[in-house]
């Protein structure tokens, strides 16, 4: 089995049709590629239609669990996994069609334990925009010298895997948060030995109005916090490099960020900023990341923080 493709599903009848079409759609024989459709407690009518398709193709099995969240479908999708790479697919989103041959013979080119990808991101608003992801310059690189020196789009979708990799360092996603993408990709990075990136545009990235990405709540804010706890927690159990632990250091300054821009910070309330603060001053990363910021912008930010936060936030209309 040369591929297994792994695709969580709960409450997307919308868009697995869509999905699943893409998946068939493609220049391997079905003998050569497993579709594991993970039925995460579906409430809609996604596990009829999942069956649908089982019924008539031979390479799709549906294995059905109680609800577990996307990383635990995710992981149950791994532990049926028999190809030798595996492909992480959202079930709102597609694959370009043939792919999969031409991504399979890359990564044997390369002996790749993990491959990098190209993206479109279609908007609601019906607008697209393209990710060509950066290849390292020397190519075929170990994933510490990748993670440290390339910036990617932390999506487990946009990375394709040796099982035997995931397998063998018991890499699995963090389970009973969100953003798990985010704390799994630099793990995988730590183990891989040989990376590279393909420069095509294989995926097909849907923004949805159900989407978690597109939601700003107070617990991604504070499953964000958790992925900084988990960062320290590989650190601390982990032999890294000097080059390793600056990428984590950089991957923790954009979480920040992100967090604490006006434009996220203050749609929450005075008390959750507050929980939210004193959440991030814990974490051994708030002063690097602090450090870490050349933009004037966010510098003013901070200062304003640690100074009052109330003021800060009484500055709401004015601060953009």
Same mark, same amino acid.
């Given at each position: 089995? *040369? ?36 039925? /995460?407690?579906?409430?809609?009518? #996604? ?16 294995? #059905?669990?109680?609800?577990?969240? *996307? =990383?635990?479908?995710?992981? +149950? ?27 399979? /013979? ?20 019906? $607008? ?19 993670? =440290?020196?390339?910036? +990617?789009?932390?999506?487990?979708? #946009? ?39 393909? /420069?095509? *545009? ?8 159900? =989407? ?24 601390? #159990? ?45 974490? =051994? ?27 800060? +936030? $009484? ?6």
């Amino acid at each position: 089995m *040369l591929f297994s493709l792994v695709i969580p599903i709960y409450n997307v009848e919308k868009y697995l049709e869509r999905c699943v079409l893409s998946l068939l759609d493609q220049d391997l024989k079905a003998s050569e590629y497993e579709i594991i459709l993970v039925n /995460d407690g579906t409430k809609d009518n #996604s596990l009829a239609i999942a069956e649908k398709f089982e019924s008539g193709n031979r390479n799709i099995k549906i294995i #059905s669990q109680d609800n577990k969240g *996307l =990383s635990g479908a995710r992981n +149950t999708g791994l532990k049926h996994a028999t190809g030798k790479y595996v492909w992480f697919i959202d079930s709102d989103d597609k694959i370009v069609s043939n792919c999969l041959k031409g991504l399979y /013979d890359f990564m044997e080119v390369g002996n790749l334990d993990v491959a990098h990808l190209g993206f479109t991101h279609f908007f609601n608003d019906g $607008s697209e925009t393209v990710y060509h992801p950066k290849s390292h310059p020397d190519g075929v690189v170990t994933g510490e010298k990748f993670f =440290s020196e390339i910036q +990617t789009v932390p999506t487990a979708w #946009s990375f394709v895997h040796n099982r035997k990799n995931l397998i063998d360092n018991n890499l699995e996603f963090f389970e009973g948060i969100i953003h798990e993408d985010e704390e799994f990709l630099p793990r995988v990075m730590f183990f891989a030995k040989r990376v590279q990136t393909l /420069d095509k *545009l294989l995926y097909a990235y849907f923004e949805n109005s159900s =989407s978690i990405m597109g939601t700003k709540s107070l617990k991604s804010d504070l499953n964000k916090c958790i992925v900084l706890e988990r960062f320290q927690f590989f650190i601390q #159990s982990h032999t890294c490099s000097k080059r390793f632990v600056n990428g984590l250091n950089y991957r923790a300054f954009i979480i920040f960020q992100t967090m604490l821009m006006p434009s996220s910070f203050l749609t929450h309330s005075p008390k959750d900023q507050a929980l939210i603060l004193e959440k991030l001053k814990t974490s =051994s990363f708030y002063p690097i990341a602090w450090k870490g910021s050349f933009n004037p912008k966010f510098i003013l930010y901070k200062t304003l923080m640690n100074i009052d936060l109330k003021f800060y +936030t $009484s500055l709401r209309k004015f601060i953009k």
